[in-house]
């Protein structure tokens, strides 16, 4: 069979939307150790689960069974606004590296927020609303979750109050500004509003990130729940590839506390472990804050407040503060448990890489694409001018 012709973009039609996330937890053979009490180093119930997180939402971080899981409608029309997400064939980067690879990519900037991260943030901010909760509070680096958890909220009129690192807060006035108009409340973490923010700031003044108390905590990262949600860009990229024949080998995607990389992998790793496809998984993330590549694999809080659940995960310590020079995202401490055992079962591979060599790449990579854009608006002008020399002359 002939194989089609790869367009720059491959965009799937809104009713090709995947109808069920995808839990790629019911395939791995070693499942992820549970989540223990801080007090009682014993494995957490959903009961206890439940003042933390809205309910719904602690039995998708407890459902190690089921592979699949119902998108709501409400949420799906949402998706509708901005997915299904494009894939993009590289053309101009494989030209750029002179590479015989072929390259593709999966490009969630396509929505308001900016990122992906709005895929989990509008569930997350649908069950608390379902649950009838007044708000939700959470803790942003970048800002990039702070943004969409803001819209999803905003929404769903819900309140919404995050705590942002201080150095983002304070580097990224746009960001947190975005947050304000969507009605968000922005504070500056860690601050004096709360007890841990409070301790933190007398013994590191001006740095990390911290919680606080008060409606139900969300997070944009790290928690099974989270990579159920973020499931969805796999899907779509699967779906994608196999309308054209396409087989990828090595699947590559960031890494901080996995949702990016998690979701992107979830029904490709499913297909490896239960021995129907192979492929390599390579998670890239910063020298600044590598949890895979120098962490240890062993249980740990998942806050620096010490007063979440204790994961077993590769993490570098709930301690840990990053240089004060390195971005605002990519910061945190720890990766998803789900992640961590399959790092530790060999099933994915971790690079480290410093920032500055990502900046070079990515000016690299921007300047290709705006250097064909103008080659191609050349061209585009070229032929309009072509095609003005051959009409003939007429008049009103």
């Given at each position: ?21 995808y ?9 992820p ?15 206890e ?5 809205c ?9 190690e ?6 998108i ?5 029309s ?18 750029k590296l ?7 990519y ?5 929505n308001t927020?900016g ?6 943030a ?6 608390a ?25 905003s ?17 990224k ?7 304000r ?11 004096e ?15 990390t990130?911290?919680?606080t ?6 997070l ?17 990229s ?9 087989k ?8 901080g ?6 979701g ?14 192979d492929?390599?998984?390579i ?6 804050c ?8 062993v ?7 010490k007063?979440?659940p ?8 709930s ?7 390195h971005?605002?995202?990519l910061?945190?401490?720890g990766m ?17 890489v410093?920032?500055t060599?990502v900046?070079?790449s ?17 061209m585009?002008?070229?032929s309009?001018?072509?095609?003005a ?7 009103d």
């Amino acid at each position: 069979m002939k194989q089609k012709e790869i367009p720059y973009k491959i965009y799937l039609e809104e009713s090709e939307m995947p109808k069920e996330w995808y839990n790629v937890r019911a395939d791995m053979k070693n499942k992820p150790a549970p989540l223990l009490n801080p007090q009682t180093l014993q494995p957490m119930t959903a009961e206890e689960l439940g003042a933390v997180f809205c309910d719904e939402l602690v039995a998708q971080e407890l459902n190690e069974t089921d592979p699949y899981i119902a998108i709501p409608e409400e949420i799906r029309s949402f998706y509708k606004m901005y997915r299904p997400s494009p894939l993009v064939r590289a053309y101009c980067l494989e030209e750029k590296l002179d590479t015989p690879a072929k390259i593709y990519y999966k490009f969630e900037g396509n929505n308001t927020s900016g990122s992906h991260k709005l895929n989990s943030a509008i569930a997350q901010a649908y069950y608390a609303k379902k649950q009838g909760l007044k708000g939700v509070t959470t803790e942003t680096g970048a800002g990039q979750w702070g943004t969409a958890l803001s819209m999803a909220c905003s929404y769903f009129d819900l309140d919404c109050k995050v705590y942002m690192v201080k150095v983002s807060y304070e580097q990224k006035p746009f960001r947190r500004e975005v947050m304000r108009t969507y009605g968000a409340s922005v504070t500056p973490s860690p601050s004096e509003t709360t007890e841990i923010g409070r301790q933190i700031l007398k013994e590191f003044p001006g740095t990390t990130a911290t919680t606080t108390e008060g409606y139900r905590y969300v997070l944009g990262s790290v928690l099974n729940q989270v990579l159920l949600h973020q499931s969805v860009i796999g899907l779509e990229s699967k779906i994608a590839m196999d309308k054209y024949g396409i087989k990828p080998d090595m699947i590559i995607g960031c890494a901080g506390g996995g949702s990016n990389l998690g979701g992107l992998i979830a029904p490709f790793m499913g297909e490896k472990l239960r021995g129907e496809a192979d492929y390599e998984f390579i998670a890239v993330e910063p020298a600044s804050c590598p949890s895979l590549t120098r962490g240890r694999y062993v249980y740990d809080f998942c806050d620096t407040g010490k007063v979440c659940p204790l994961a077993k995960m590769y993490t570098l310590g709930s301690g840990f503060i990053p240089s004060a020079n390195h971005a605002g995202g990519l910061r945190y401490h720890g990766m998803n448990p789900a992640l961590s055992q399959m790092y530790e079962d060999g099933l994915l591979e971790a690079r480290s890489v410093e920032q500055t060599s990502v900046q070079e790449s990515k000016e690299s990579f921007r300047h290709r694409r705006a250097a064909t854009r103008s080659v191609q608006q050349s061209m585009r002008h070229s032929s309009v001018k072509r095609q003005a020399k051959k009409r003939p002359f007429c008049s009103d």
